[in-house]
């Protein structure tokens, strides 16, 4: 099996044109929410938000003489940001062009596996490619069920950041794999991390914010200044922050979980052993562990909140090391990164 | 890892800590010391401690997985290295703060999990909790008025949470009848089976490694591996496992098939890209014999062993006559690689030799090339210029006194190297077919051709599918203990008060005022939905009842399009 060079350099053209549009998604989406935050701010100004709604109504449904007399419900998620109906055309033009740069990207790594007949993550470059693009693929899953337009700025940055070091650095020709690899377990166990992976990247940059956003609530309670970062603004509060990084967490785990646990049969049946304590098994498994340790804080008494984040936020650090550190510079049996 | 169920926000947190006993004795000491240990707080931080612990074991080199790396960096470290070990830094996974650490956890985690399962077992059979006075209270609250009975409207509730898997109980009280349900006691079952399954996973681990065994076998083709402790190169029992108990399966190592890039302008050149081992396998003695590939990736799986194929190399077949012109050593050699361009090493120790015993260091290169540092050395995997090189010792190769010795080291330690007039070992340089004499009068070596070896690696793990059952138990539980949301929903009918409105047509039964109230006991993002969910289903199936109502109260809906033909 011989590589295609031409599909291979066609891979290469549509990793950096996804790039370029990336780019342009990046600033649309940062101008939507520095203008968007301008806004929201001098509304609430004017205005404070209730705890909850109450809806008085009497209306006439269903055949028994239905009559609703009242309904109390708990507050559920950020209140729309554009309520009033403000068009937000730089966040729609940010959409459009993640999507098509989605597009580029995903036939990028269509092509790359199709030039060498195989998945395309058998090395860093190709893990690096393929795991941006489903960073991006799962935003728009998230932004399919509900308006999260202002986390695109925190998407799309590190997206491009990493495709940036993929190109300059990590790139490798397009080549068969090597035979340690050739298991339809690659295809399992690594496509689990990928989508696990992929919503650890969003629940860290919603915690961020969340600390961000917390702070600003703080200094706004105590009557100081914010300071800078207006965009901020424009983003829910620090609650559903909150929230919301739980929710893609609490997705996740059990993900990593099954990733560590298919990645354990894999060795199994390439190794002779289902665990070896090899360094990529080990972060692996402290990823597994600090997570834990974040879900854990969250339900004791004294350690939800801020405590929790830093555990999510040490979370992603070693997710991380996982992937920056371990295959290059740890020697073991997942040294597959290509380089040289 | 004692409790990961939320609670409701409304009920406080008891205080976490409770005060040092004073003056209770040993027993309050142990009780105190016990509640400490299984407390939330106490196993975060041994979660925390145990991520951290875990991370010098990926720094350091491992006795566990490689002994070689460990040695090198005693030479390169010679006065930090011995520090190093008696801090169990090359075997951190085993050592007495590692598994301090996560014994403490489990013991934690048992010490907490027990309780609480006998806690969940006797809510299962408790009937769902009494209907509070003010459902208006609660954090989602629902009322309508309908025009049913309240013995109908909680007939249709009774029937709708059944669907909606709640467990119910009937109670009446100051505002009407009501019903009570319970629902999603999975989420705790779910949470209570991931931490039992953690111990399982831990114990099969424990069972695996005590009766388990791990051997490693170099079989030249051609040749074939009998499975007993004599043959392997190494053998590495569980510390239960005794001596002979391995299945006695046996093959010949028919052919091996390998195959590196080759494609010069890219920089994977060299890079493997496929092993496959062609056997002939025996399962029991005086078996039928079946052929079997076995493949990275794709072990051979023999009455209750596997066998992996984890390397191969050269073994350049060699011939050694000694100083009268007899064969004294004749077999094929197994070369261990040293790169990933198959430079290798090997010895030929040669005993039974009358001109004096002989000892054989060499270097095997496949493609002979010159390194960067203009030592000879590999340039690529295969075999195509394949060159061996020699140095000769003679003395005693100290086979004699009964110690078991590596076969790919020679002990020098009694023997000479043989060197020129000017002090410079002799080297010998053989390609295939090759003969050298040997300096003093000690033979010769020929180089008669060129094979290859397989490293197979045995494996026997008892416990390995418990393993697997565990951690899917375990996953199993987790996903249930995030997702299933666990809640309490009421429904009350009373009799609607005078003048509450009067906007629909009442056919019979008088008035009723229905009220629901569902309170979340988990994270729970849902409940707004559910409530709303669960009141329409009610009105639905009260509808369903009295089919003909829908038609009295709106004559027209459904006529046009009936009447179209």
């Known amino acids: ?340 | 890892m004692t409790t990961t169920q939320e609670r409701p926000a409304a009920v406080p947190d008891p205080p976490e800590l409770d005060p040092a006993p004073v003056g209770l004795g040993l027993l309050g000491w142990v009780r105190w010391t016990w509640r400490q240990l299984t407390s939330m707080r106490t196993a975060l931080l041994l979660l925390m401690l145990l991520a951290v612990l875990a991370v010098p074991g990926s720094l350091f080199p491992q006795r566990n997985i490689d002994q070689v790396a460990v040695a090198t960096y005693y030479e390169q470290h010679p006065d930090l290295a011995p520090w190093l070990d008696r801090l169990s830094l090359f075997d951190v996974y085993s050592s007495p703060w590692f598994s301090a650490v996560y014994l403490l956890l489990f013991i934690s985690l048992v010490g907490c999990v027990l309780p609480r399962t006998r806690v969940h077992l006797a809510n299962l059979r408790q009937p769902p909790p009494r209907t509070p006075a003010r459902l208006s209270r609660l954090p989602e609250h629902r009322s309508v008025v309908v025009g049913a009975s309240p013995e109908r409207v909680l007939d249709a509730a009774r029937a709708v949470l059944r669907e909606r898997r709640y467990r119910t109980a009937e109670h009446a009280g100051a505002g009407g009848r009501s019903l009570g349900g319970q629902r999603g006691e999975l989420r705790e079952t779910g949470n209570l089976l991931f931490h039992l399954a953690l111990v399982g996973v831990l114990v099969a681990v424990a069972v695996g490694a005590l009766w388990g065994y791990r051997a490693q076998v170099v079989v030249p083709v051609g040749t074939s591996y009998v499975n007993q402790t004599t043959n392997l190169d190494t053998w590495d029992p569980g510390a239960l496992v005794t001596g002979d108990s391995l299945p006695p399966f046996s093959f010949v190592l028919d052919a091996l098939h390998v195959s590196f890039d080759d494609d010069e302008t890219s920089n994977q050149y060299g890079a493997p890209r496929s092993f496959s081992a062609d056997t002939t396998l025996t399962e029991a003695p005086g078996g039928a014999a079946v052929e079997r590939t076995i493949r990275v990736n794709e072990p051979l799986r023999a009455a209750g062993a596997s066998v992996y194929l984890a390397g191969n190399g050269y073994a350049p077949v060699l011939t050694v006559r000694d100083g009268n012109g007899d064969v004294v050593f004749d077999q094929p050699t197994p070369f261990l690689v040293q790169d990933a361009n198959y430079s290798s090493t090997g010895v030929v120790k040669v005993p039974d030799s009358p001109t004096g015993q002989v000892g054989l260091q060499g270097i095997f290169l496949p493609t002979a090339a010159l390194g960067t540092d203009g030592m000879p050395a590999s340039s690529f995997p295969d075999a195509r210029d394949p060159v061996l090189y020699l140095t000769v010792w003679t003395g005693d190769l100290g086979l004699d006194d009964g110690v078991p010795q590596n076969v790919y080291e020679l002990d020098t330690s009694e023997m000479t190297l043989i060197t020129t007039g000017d002090g410079i070992p002799v080297r010998l340089r053989l390609e295939p077919g090759q003969t050298a004499e040997l300096p003093d009068g000690l033979g010769s070596v020929t180089f008669d051709s060129l094979d290859r070896y397989a490293g197979f690696t045995v494996r026997h793990d008892p416990a390995r599918g418990a393993a697997l059952v565990f951690s899917l138990l375990a996953i199993a539980g987790l996903t249930a203990s995030l997702f299933v949301p666990r809640r309490r929903l009421w429904l009350r009918a009373g009799a609607a008060p005078a003048g509450a409105s009067d906007g629909g047509s009442v056919s019979e039964g008088g008035r009723t005022l229905v009220e629901v109230g569902a309170l979340a006991r988990s994270e729970d993002h849902g409940l707004a939905g559910e409530a709303d969910a669960v009141l329409a289903a009610v009105l639905a199936r009260l509808d369903e009842q009295h089919p003909q109502q829908p038609a009295q109260q709106h004559p027209q809906k459904h006529r046009p399009e009936e009447s179209a033909p």
């Open chain 1, 1 to 340: 099996m011989s590589v295609d060079t031409t599909l291979a350099s066609t891979s290469n053209s549509l990793v950096y044109s996804a790039m370029a549009v990336y780019a342009v998604a990046l600033g649309a989406s940062a101008f939507d929410l520095a203008t968007l935050g301008e806004k929201v701010g001098a509304k609430r100004r004017a205005a404070s938000r209730s705890a909850g709604r109450r809806d008085e109504a009497t209306s006439q449904a269903g055949g028994v003489g239905t009559i609703t007399v009242g309904r109390t419900t708990a507050p559920t998620g950020p209140a729309p940001l554009a309520e009033d109906g403000t068009p937000r055309r730089a966040a729609g033009i940010a959409t459009s062009l993640t999507v098509l740069a989605l597009l580029l990207h995903l036939g990028g790594v269509v092509t790359r596996g199709l030039s060498a007949h195989r998945v395309p993550w058998g090395n860093m470059y190709e893990f690096s490619v393929t795991g941006t693009a489903v960073v991006v693929l799962v935003y728009l899953a998230v932004l399919s069920r509900r308006d999260v337009r202002w986390l695109s700025t925190f998407v799309l940055a590190p997206v491009l950041l990493s495709l940036g070091l993929a190109v300059a650095v990590l790139y490798t020709d397009s080549a068969p794999l090597v035979p340690a690899l050739q298991s339809f377990w690659l295809v399992i166990h690594v496509s689990i991390a990928f989508v696990s992976s992929a919503l650890f990247v969003l629940a860290f940059s919603t915690t961020v914010l969340q600390l961000v956003q917390e702070r600003r609530e703080d200094q706004r309670a105590a009557g100081r200044p914010t300071g800078a970062g207006r965009f901020m603004e424009a983003l829910p509060p620090s609650a559903d922050l909150e929230r919301l990084s739980y929710r893609l967490i609490a997705v996740s785990f059990p993900l990593w979980a099954f990733t560590l646990v298919a990645g354990a049969i894999w060795a199994e049946v390439a190794w002779g052993r289902y665990w070896n304590w090899d360094p990529k098994e080990v972060w692996t498994f402290i990823i597994w562990v600090v997570y834990a340790a974040y879900l854990h804080a969250r339900a004791t008494g004294g350690w939800g909140g801020r405590r929790a984040a830093y555990l999510s936020i040490a979370g992603f650090a070693c997710l991380m090391v996982n992937y920056g550190v371990v295959n290059v510079f740890f020697p073991g049996n997942h040294s597959y990164s290509g380089l040289s």
